[in-house]
């Protein structure tokens, strides 16, 4: 088991920043990939950002490139997402998860099914 803590959330202005983190404990060591979902009022869950414990590959949601980076600290077992230039869509609970299997990784990354543990998320909200 791998339990997931987000935290950074909170209230910015557009065209602010926020740092979110999530810091992983339990059977770490597992973790293939960790990433970042957000979820706004009366929509689907959607993929924000990813990246590969070892090697440090990325993958970004494309409204999102150029304005958020995905980063990890794997001594901490902490992954963080640094947002700039925020907008007000970016407002959204914003969800940490973990995808534990290794392998075929580049054609699911953006599926949430792909990642087996998940944190309680963070409320970002963005106002105009």
């Known amino acids: 088991q791998v339990q997931l803590v987000e935290s950074g959330g909170g209230l910015v202005q557009a065209g602010g920043s926020l740092r979110l983190s999530c810091a992983a404990s339990?059977?770490?060591?597992?973790?293939?990939?960790m990433g970042w979902f957000r979820q706004a009022p009366g929509k689907e869950r959607e993929f924000v950002a990813s990246?590969?414990?070892?090697?440090?590959?990325?993958y970004y949601e494309p409204s999102v490139k150029g304005r958020f980076t995905i980063s990890r600290e794997n001594a901490k077992n902490t992954v963080y997402l640094q947002m700039n230039s925020l907008k007000p869509e970016d407002t959204a609970v914003y969800y940490c998860?973990?995808?534990?299997?290794?392998?075929?990784?580049?054609?699911?990354?953006?599926?949430?099914?792909?990642?087996?543990?998940w944190g309680q998320g963070t409320q970002v909200t963005v106002s105009s």
């Open positions: 998860a973990v995808r534990a299997a290794y392998g075929s990784y580049s054609s699911i990354y953006y599926r949430a099914p792909a990642y087996d543990y």
């Open positions: 339990g059977r770490t060591f597992s973790s293939y990939a």
């Open positions: 990246i590969i414990r070892i090697g440090g590959n990325t």
